[in-house]
């Protein structure tokens, strides 16, 4: 293990180039390094919608821009996006990279910053080809610290750098005027904080949500049991999904899907009683905001993805997975399968009954 002095290093690169539950995630790694190296500027490579979500709440000091799309696009624009960002990057001279992305992308980009300490995988996700090369030279685990969740794959170099694991999981608290301003906005809908259930029907592929009008069965039986109202989140790509809840609820529902930022949203996840959804972005900020969840997972196993740092349950139909998706589906794929269909209403309201009923006795406690 490398050991190194913490007045060593000034400056770290983390690349993580992946989605807002990845960066979630991580989150937890950057506040590692920021404890173990005082003073630390930590800076993020990933796509530039994340900036302020990073920066305002002291996950990084800065967020150097990636495009998925360009890096997508023709090898002219491929070429292009990747000059600009080597380019952009070499000029920080950074002390240490940390490729938490595994990509090929992401491997010739820390190659080409070529920081004094490289941390990368060693076996890689994918295996590397006859021409490529691990730029790496501190190699760290698939997962570390003995455990298989994915937030131990981003808490992995620390185990590689000899760093004390002190945060084991995500906590992100909402920005003060963020809070204001959902409290504000319940006002509008007269909803309580504390007293509703945030509902997320997205998810990356249209396999992976769990079918709309089951979502509103769902909702309806939890209101009626409980009294909570219910509050829907998701981006504009998912306003569908929740116009259709909407049509099929007869309960009451809020609707403020395509309306908030990921500040916001945060904000709104921590003032909720519960959260139900998807395997999903939103999640993984709920579980880091402090709020219970109830996620609902297709092939994704829950062992590698499940929310941690807060009571949790995850569903998931039986496995192997009768297909009921047809051509849509590629089995193998856990983003790309729609094994989730196959939960029913009752287990999802069970749980989320359950969970209500267990936090119920610890926000007593803490009153």
């Given at each position: ?210 079918q709309p009008e089951r979502f509103a069965e769902t909702i309806d039986r939890i209101a009626h049991e409980t009294g909570l109202r219910v509050v829907l989140v998701g981006g504009p790509d998912e306003v569908e999904a929740t116009d259709r809840i909407m049509a099929a609820a007869k309960t009451p529902v809020a609707n403020l899907a395509g309306t908030l930022r990921l500040e916001t949203l945060l904000a709104l996840l921590r003032e909720a009683r519960l959260f139900l959804g998807n395997e999903s972005g939103p999640m993984h900020m709920a579980a880091a905001a402090g709020t219970p969840v109830v996620g609902l997972f297709g092939l994704t196993n829950p062992v590698l993805w499940a929310p ?60």
């Amino acid at each position: 293990m490398l050991q190194i002095s913490p007045s060593v290093y000034r400056s770290i690169l983390i690349l993580q180039t992946k989605f807002i539950g990845d960066i979630v995630l991580a989150s937890a790694l950057a506040k590692n390094l920021q404890l173990q190296y005082p003073g630390v500027s930590i800076v993020f490579l990933c796509e530039a919608h994340f900036a302020g979500f990073l920066t305002g709440h002291g996950i990084a000091s800065e967020v150097v821009p990636f495009s998925r799309a360009r890096m997508r696009g023709s090898p002219l624009e491929r070429g292009r996006e990747l000059f600009r960002i080597v380019r952009t990057l070499r000029r920080h001279r950074f002390d240490m990279t940390v490729d938490i992305t595994d990509s090929k992308t992401s491997r010739i980009i820390s190659g080409l910053v070529n920081a004094p300490v490289r941390v990368g995988y060693f076996p890689t996700e994918r295996p590397l080809r006859w021409h490529e090369r691990q730029p790496a030279n501190v190699r760290m685990k698939p997962f570390g610290f003995g455990k298989k969740h994915y937030l131990y794959r981003y808490l992995s170099p620390l185990e590689a750098l000899g760093i004390d694991l002190r945060v084991r999981a995500p906590a992100i608290r909402p920005l003060p005027f963020e809070t204001t301003r959902v409290l504000a906005l319940l006002a509008r809908h007269r909803i309580q904080p504390n007293a509703f259930v945030a509902v997320h029907a997205g998810a990356s592929f249209a396999g992976r949500r769990w079918q709309p009008e089951r979502f509103a069965e769902t909702i309806d039986r939890i209101a009626h049991e409980t009294g909570l109202r219910v509050v829907l989140v998701g981006g504009p790509d998912e306003v569908e999904a929740t116009d259709r809840i909407m049509a099929a609820a007869k309960t009451p529902v809020a609707n403020l899907a395509g309306t908030l930022r990921l500040e916001t949203l945060l904000a709104l996840l921590r003032e909720a009683r519960l959260f139900l959804g998807n395997e999903s972005g939103p999640m993984h900020m709920a579980a880091a905001a402090g709020t219970p969840v109830v996620g609902l997972f297709g092939l994704t196993n829950p062992v590698l993805w499940a929310p941690v740092g807060v009571p949790s349950i995850s569903l998931r139909p039986s496995m192997p997975c009768d297909c009921v998706g047809g051509d849509l589906c590629r089995r193998t794929d856990p983003s790309k399968a729609c094994c989730v269909w196959r939960l029913e209403v009752d287990p999802v309201v069970d749980a989320a009954l359950e969970l209500l009923a267990r936090t119920e006795i610890v926000l007593e406690a803490a009153v």
